[in-house]
């Protein structure tokens, strides 16, 4: 698919907008990168960098932990030890 079609399809005039999103020099919105990820058929994941899904982990675990009553830095708290537990489990 060519960035003009995939901008028509995402609902961008031109493939401007696209050119700039795959060279890093225009952001792109959770709405776009879903919408691109159902026309390719690949999942969001593979179109994020490590520190990207790190941040998308986080703020998962920071929605569900709201849901809880805990306050930023318990939040905080808590991730930090589930990152403690992975890096203890990988050492394994």
């Known amino acids: ?3 003009k079609d995939l901008a028509e399809k995402v609902g961008f005039s ?3 907008a696209m050119s700039l999103i ?3 020099e225009r952001n792109i919105s959770i709405d776009v990168l879903q919408k691109i990820s159902e026309l390719s058929g690949k999942s969001i994941d593979y179109f994020l960098n490590d520190e990207e899904k790190k941040s998308l982990q986080k ?3 920071r929605i569900a932990m709201r849901g809880k009553g805990l306050n930023e830095e318990q939040e905080d ?3 930090a030890y589930i990152d403690f537990i992975k890096q203890r489990n990988n050492g394994k």
Do not use: P
Request: proline letters at 0%; aromatic letters at 0%; hydrophobic letters at 20%.
């Open 59 to 61: 703020d998962d675990s």
């Open 77 to 79: 708290d808590v991730l």
């Open 22 to 24: 795959e060279s890093g």
């Open 1 to 3: 698919m060519s960035q």
């Open 14 to 16: 031109s493939s401007t």
